[in-house]
């Protein structure tokens, strides 16, 4: 059974960094586009950044753009958000996603998630 599994979240002070791990297991994930979402408290999903099959593509929002960075290591399975300059609107929960369609924004278009990791930034 395919899971993907986030690590790496925590508490970090405003302008910190952190680095989020999501580690998938039970299938191949390196033909999939694989992606970063969070969502708040009482706000929808939303896209963080996605990246394409060999990492050569990649989306960011607008939001988290020159802070955030997604990459991905196919052989180990894995994908990473590392996150910098974090600021208290970057509180969320934190869900890696995959699915074999590139170029997915939306949340419902992907097929495998995580079971999501806390991310909150003190001011």
């Known amino acids: 059974q395919a899971q993907l599994v986030e690590s790496g979240g925590g508490l970090v002070q405003a302008g910190g960094s952190l680095r989020l791990s999501c580690a998938a297991s039970?299938?191949?994930?390196?033909?999939?586009?694989l992606g970063w979402f969070r969502q708040a408290p009482g706000k929808e999903r939303e896209i963080v950044a996605v990246?394409?099959?060999?990492?050569?593509?990649?989306y960011y929002a607008d939001s988290v753009k020159g802070r955030f960075t997604i990459s991905r290591d196919n052989a180990k399975n894995t994908v990473y958000l590392q996150m910098n300059t974090l600021i208290p609107e970057d509180t969320a929960i934190y869900y890696c996603?995959?699915?074999?369609?590139?170029?997915?924004?939306?949340?419902?278009?992907?097929?495998?998630w995580g079971q999501g990791t806390q991310v909150t930034v003190s001011s």
């Open positions: 039970g299938r191949t994930f390196s033909l999939y586009s």
């Open positions: 990246i394409n099959w060999n990492g050569r593509s990649t």
């Open positions: 996603a995959a699915d074999r369609k590139p170029g997915l924004l939306l949340p419902d278009g992907y097929e495998y």
